[in-house]
């Protein structure tokens, strides 16, 4: 089975501090996701890295940025936290071209910017 | 571009009836679909896929849905709910043109919830 790992399920922090979440799958999938969660208004991607070191910029980037060093780990920071960025963060991880996609999530950090 | 419509936000049932959750999408070229389940403070789990082959398709806890290219569907059915089938279900497409294996187009969700 897939599995994708997110280094906190709960995280407060405060206004201003710089934030680091973490995600790890150990399939070996090219692709890895970075969405929140926020209701009413679903899942919008943040970023994603199709290889080591590549990114693309997502829906809503502002106010982020990622790092892909190693294949199984991507990681969301938030150089600069506020409190329109509390939410629930979602990992996500898929294969190239097999399986059309499909994206195995993580269990979730729900964030609060205090 | 796709988008993807779920039609309902909330859909309530009782315990053992069936339920239809509906999804509609928009794309220019052939698609690939998706049902995805989330039960409260947790991920997102695939629950079934559609990639080719046969339009019915079968997925995990009794789920199924059919593809119909015709009206740009696919609805998500379960014959029988459970109570513990109470979580947000998510329909998303991928477009088949980039490989399938990249983006891909959510909606906004429908909350299930299953009564006694």
């Known amino acids: 089975d897939v599995k994708v790992t997110q280094s906190s399920r709960y995280l407060v922090k405060r206004t201003g501090e710089k934030v680091f979440l973490e995600c790890v799958q150990d399939m070996d999938h090219e692709n890895m996701f970075w969405y929140r969660q926020d209701p009413g208004l679903g899942l919008r991607l943040i970023y994603f890295s199709y290889d080591v070191k590549m990114k693309e910029k997502g829906d809503i980037p502002e106010g982020y940025s990622v790092s892909r060093e190693k294949k199984e780990r991507f990681s969301l920071i938030l150089e600069s936290a506020s409190t329109n960025q509390t939410s629930m963060y979602l990992c996500?991880?898929?294969?190239?071209?097999?399986?059309?996609?499909?994206?195995?999530f993580g269990p979730g950090t729900r964030l609060l910017v205090l | 571009a796709q988008s993807v419509t779920q039609l309902d936000s909330q859909v309530p049932v009782f315990e053992e009836a069936p339920v239809e959750l509906r999804c509609n999408y928009s794309?220019?070229?052939?698609?690939?679909l998706f049902w995805y389940v989330q039960y409260p403070n947790q991920g997102l789990q695939l629950l079934l896929k559609?990639?080719?082959?046969?339009?019915l398709v079968k997925g995990i806890n009794g789920f199924e849905a059919e593809f119909n290219k015709s009206q740009t569907s696919f609805h998500l059915r379960k014959p029988s709910v459970h109570i513990s089938d109470t979580a947000e279900y998510f329909c998303?497409?991928?477009?088949?043109?980039?490989?399938?294996?990249?983006?891909?187009?959510f909606g906004t969700g429908t909350q299930l919830k299953v009564e006694l």
């Open positions: 998303a497409v991928s477009d088949r043109v980039t490989g399938g294996g990249n983006k891909l187009t």
């Open positions: 559609y990639l080719s082959g046969s339009t």
């Open positions: 996500a991880s898929s294969y190239g071209d097999r399986s059309g996609g499909a994206q195995y």
């Open positions: 794309s220019s070229v052939s698609v690939y």
